[in-house]
Nanobody, 125 residues
Framework: QVQLVESGGGLVQAGGSLRLSCAAS????????MGWYRQAPGQAPGKQRE???????????NYADSVKGRFTISRDNAKNTVYLQMNSLKPEDTAVYYC???????????????WGQGTLVTVSS
């Protein structure tokens, strides 16, 4: 079973920085990609989470247009950990940030998608 543990959220003033971390634990799986999604407070429960950034096992990255040039995603394959460095934060970045893992169970070859519990980032103006 795969579990994701996030850390690094908090309260920061506009223009400030935060770094989020997400560590995957467990065994019997291979990671294909990890990423970060977010959902602003007060959004309808069924509203889809917004993609922020993703990174594949090979290091290819993808960013939402709204965060390009401000956020950087990276990963430590040896630690099964992904990071999101967020600079020049804006009030509109306020959201619960969720870590996401896409992978494969190595024995059953079943596709896996795992979500973290979420960490709140609040940017004050």
């Amino acid at each position: 079973q795969v579990q994701l543990v996030e850390s690094g959220g908090g309260l920061v003033q506009a223009g400030g920085s935060l770094r989020l971390s997400c560590a995957a634990s467990g065994s019997g799986f291979r990671i294909n990609a990890m990423g970060w999604y977010r959902q602003a407070p007060g959004q309808a429960p069924g509203k889809q989470r917004e993609l922020v950034a993703t990174i594949t096992s090979g290091g290819s990255t993808n960013y939402a247009d709204s965060v390009k040039g401000r956020f950087t995603i990276s990963r430590d394959n040896a630690k099964n950990t992904v990071y999101l460095q967020m600079n020049s934060l804006k009030p509109e970045d306020t959201a619960v940030y969720y870590c996401n893992l896409l992978g494969v169970a190595t024995i059953t070859l079943t596709n896996l998608e795992v979500w973290g519990q979420g960490t709140l980032v609040t940017v004050s103006s």
